[in-house]
């Protein structure tokens, strides 16, 4: 039995255990999924396992022979109460519909939605024309959806959901994330520690207490939807009772190893989930703190270990992180654990108590819009190689092991480092980027002296019934931003909007918000309300000057009255001895005026898309690019591009590349040569 004891406690069983989760992880990653679904399959049967409904969407999992993400829309409000009635956790229903793949992100380094499915092992989305349900009669699905049906009636409904459900569908983590605290709205050890503390109390004189607070975390996990971070901490609860019940085999540290390998034995894909990346990483660093007698001292020790710690996983995945996150920790992780999260329990008991959570609700969501509005402590993080955060980590290992201080200057150079990789750059780069049916087209200049974006892309919206409005929109501006930050581009110097119709500039107000930016330059045609609103907010900074000391730059724009389409500003820039001729929406009409004023040039950014209206036969020659782009969205209502303009292309045989094909495209400049590259994945 000692030398059990003595091999289960070694270093080196716990080597090979880890030896062995590498492999068993490496070839589960690389062997591909296959879905039990056929291609053709359009009747569906299952259970619904999550669910939201927005607006006049109806979103949700379908668990049958494997997980399917539903989309339907609601056709109207008399349907969309009927299915708010029958749309429940547990709900049995048979769908009607079209299965395709899920499509990925159409800018590089931003979030996959395609990726995000697949690791939580959903292959198909489905398109629902027809949906019907029964009620579950599973006695958990029913308690809770009891519980939910409750406490959406409640004032401040989303904070009951986030804290005790863990929802956060309704809520707005933007500036959460931004101050370094979305992790409070994420049920993790915090909560769970409430719970079991006041199970303990509560049931510390009855046998076997402590086998049914397991059984109850054991639910509440349920409850909240099996969550990594959550799962962490009921399991290590679960192993640390028969840890003492079996005499104390394993230190804590080894239970913490034991979860993980359990953990991602159960699911390997856990470990591409944010959550258990910053549950385990930030749990493991803590093995070694060294604790501090004074309370407040501690408390900054924890906070400044949790960021540190963080700091890889929000950089890869977000890159940005906020240096205020230290010691906004320090003021809203007591604040929440001591004040908000108790008080949303004590209300549900005394509801007279409501006056006191609105009140604190009000003081949390001010302090977090005020710090969220503090830009200078945020730092731009570009997309970096997964293996210099390793060693980031392993840097950061050796300092809290050896308690050297000296490792920290070299971590934070190590951070300032990887931050101005792109200054060092000596290559241009033109992205022309996949905003759908839209238009968007990154310049950069060598070290990233200069950045000019032209356009933003944006889609045209059209006023909806109440009831058909979303809660939460999805604003396009935010993946933008997010693309620019992978860049390492924290700033642009020049916004140029080469007219005022919604697909190309929708999302500048937006973007003009998030990102600062020093120029801003409008068509000199009549301004139409986006483009006035747009003057009013930033006139400062509106300016007709488009200047720069590495790109040459010659405009071909005409101002044609009551015509955006024609007053489109027309550029060539020239990044070395490569030009780019940018035509905007403008017509065959600006074509034939400017023909006398152009040359030959390397890339064509047609004009209008792609349409029958733009890219006529002798400007084409004229230009004889040799790379034409087309910026179009897939199965679009305009049929762009036009049968013509491709036999156009083709006749003159001038290679074209379609945004909604080749998505994002990246022309690489140097002194030498230009190199051409596109985004596309394999499947």
């Known amino acids: 039995m000692k030398n059990w004891k003595v091999i289960l406690q070694s270093k080196t069983f ?12 490496s070839i589960y990653y690389l062997i591909p999924k296959k879905s039990a679904y056929l291609e053709n399959e359009i009747i569906f049967y299952g259970t619904i396992t999550e669910y ?3 607006g006049d969407s ?9 997980k399917l993400k539903v989309y339907y829309t609601i056709e109207n409000e008399l349907e969309k109460n009927d299915i708010i009635q029958k749309a429940q956790y547990g709900s049995i229903v048979e769908v009607k519909g079209q299965l395709e793949y899920p499509k990925d992100n159409s800018l590089p380094n931003t979030f996959s939605y395609k990726d995000y499915l697949y690791y939580n092992h959903i292959l198909y989305v489905l398109n629902a024309n027809n949906i019907s349900f029964q009620n579950t009669k599973n006695i958990f699905y029913n308690i809770k959806n009891k519980i939910r049906n409750y406490l959406i009636t409640l004032p401040h409904s989303q904070y009951y959901l986030a804290f005790l459900l863990g929802d956060t569908k309704t809520q707005d983590l933007t500036s959460l994330r931004s101050n370094g605290i979305s992790h409070l709205f994420a049920i993790s050890g915090m909560h769970i520690s409430f719970f079991t503390v006041i199970l303990h109390i509560i049931l510390k004189k009855r046998k076997y207490h402590e086998i049914i607070i397991s059984l109850f975390l054991i639910f509440y996990a349920f409850l909240v939807g099996f969550t990594p971070s959550v799962l962490r901490v009921v399991l290590y609860y679960i192993l640390n009772l028969i840890n003492k019940i079996s005499g104390n085999i394993f230190t804590k540290k080894q239970l913490f190893y034991w979860t993980i390998i359990i953990l991602l034995l159960y ?9 258990f990346q910053y549950s385990f990483c930030i749990r493991f660093l803590f093995f070694y703190k060294k604790e501090e007698k004074s309370y407040l001292k501690n408390l900054l020790k924890v906070s400044f270990i949790a960021f540190l710690a963080s700091v890889p996983i929000t950089a890869y995945h977000f890159y940005e992180i906020n240096i205020l996150g230290i010691f906004l920790n320090i003021i809203f992780v007591p604040f929440v654990s001591l004040l908000l999260y108790p008080l949303c329990f004590i209300v549900l008991i005394c509801p007279f108590m409501t006056f006191l959570f609105t009140f ?7 302090w977090n819009s005020f710090f969220a509005s503090i830009t200078f402590f945020k730092i731009v993080i570009p997309k970096t190689n997964v293996f210099l955060w390793i060693g980031y980590y392993a840097l950061l290992y050796i300092y809290l092991k050896k308690s050297q201080k000296k490792l920290l200057i070299l971590l934070i150079f190590f951070i300032t480092i990887i931050k101005y990789v792109p200054k060092i750059d000596t290559a241009a780069y033109v992205y022309f980027l996949d905003v759908g049916q839209g238009d968007s087209t990154l310049f950069i200049s060598p070290f990233q002296k200069e950045i000019f974006l032209i356009d933003t892309g944006g889609k045209v919206t059209y006023q909806k019934e109440e009831w058909r409005r979303k809660k939460k929109p999805f604003d396009d501006a935010d993946t933008l931003k997010i693309f620019l930050n992978s860049l390492g581009i924290s700033s642009i110097d020049s916004l140029i909007l080469t007219h005022g119709d919604y697909d190309h500039i929708g999302n500048a107000l937006s973007l003009l918000n998030k990102i600062n930016t020093k120029n801003i330059i409008l068509n000199r045609n009549e301004k139409n309300k986006l483009e006035q609103e747009i003057e009013n907010l930033y006139l400062k900074k509106i300016t007709n000057n ?8 010659r405009e071909f724009s005409q101002i044609i009255k009551n015509d955006e389409n ?3 500003l027309i550029f060539q820039i020239k990044a070395y001895q490569y030009s780019f001729l940018m035509m905007g929406d403008a017509s065959k009409k600006i074509e034939e005026k400017i023909l006398p004023l152009i040359n030959k040039n390397d890339v064509l950014k047609l004009g209008h898309h792609g ?47 379609e945004t909604s094909k080749y998505h994002t495209i990246c022309f690489k400049i140097t002194k030498k040569a230009m190199e051409f590259f596109t985004f596309i994945k394999n499947s």
Do not use: C, M, Q, W
């Not at 699911?267 to 959550?275: E, R, V």
């Open 566 to 568: 024609d007053s489109s």
């Open 611 to 657: 349409s029958n209206t733009s890219s006529a036969l002798n400007f084409l020659k004229k230009v004889k690019p040799k790379y034409a782009i087309i910026s179009v969205s897939e199965k679009n209502r305009y049929g762009h591009p036009s049968k013509d303009t491709i036999t156009n292309l083709n006749n003159l045989s001038i290679p074209y590349y």
């Open 14 to 25: 716990f080597f090979l255990l880890f030896l062995f989760l590498f492999i068993y992880l």
């Open 267 to 275: 699911d390997p894909f856990f470990l591409k989930n944010i959550g």
């Open 360 to 366: 604190l609700i009000n003081i949390f969501e001010k």
């Open 58 to 66: 109806l979103s949700f999992i379908l668990k049958g022979k494997e």
């Open 52 to 54: 939201f409904v927005d």
């Open 546 to 553: 488009f200047n720069s000391n590495f790109f040459e730059i």
